[in-house]
Nanobody
């Protein structure tokens, strides 16, 4: 089995920074793309940022220039550095990883989510 555990959420004032982490553990042979999604109350889950195993990144238009996704392959961890936060960034943030396990079976795994609240 593979587990993803997120950390780093919390309450932050508008304009402030926050850094999320997501660590993968378990029966891992290789991790391909790692993503961050978010879901605000009453809204659908949306893709925020993607990073491939080679380090290529892509961002939602709403966060481009403010958020940075990165990963540490040695630690099986993905990060989301968020700057200039706005109240509309308030949501539960989820990480997702496409993992090839030690039985060489590919699957998508999700973290439990971490709440980010941007408010004064």
């Amino acid at each position: 089995q593979v587990q993803l555990v997120e950390s780093g959420g919390g309450l932050v004032q508008p304009g402030g920074p926050l850094r999320l982490s997501c660590a993968a553990s378990g029966s891992i042979f290789q991790i391909n793309a790692m993503d961050w999604y978010r879901q605000a109350p009453g809204k659908q889950r949306e893709l925020v940022a993607v990073i491939t195993s080679g380090g290529s990144t892509n961002y939602a238009a709403s966060v481009k220039g403010r958020f940075t996704i990165s990963r540490d392959n040695a630690k099986n961890t993905v990060y989301l550095e968020m700057n200039s936060l706005k109240p509309e960034d308030t949501a539960v943030y989820y990480c997702n990883a496409r993992v090839i396990n030690r039985q060489l079976i590919t699957g998508d795994y999700w973290g439990q989510g971490t709440q980010v609240t941007v408010s004064s």
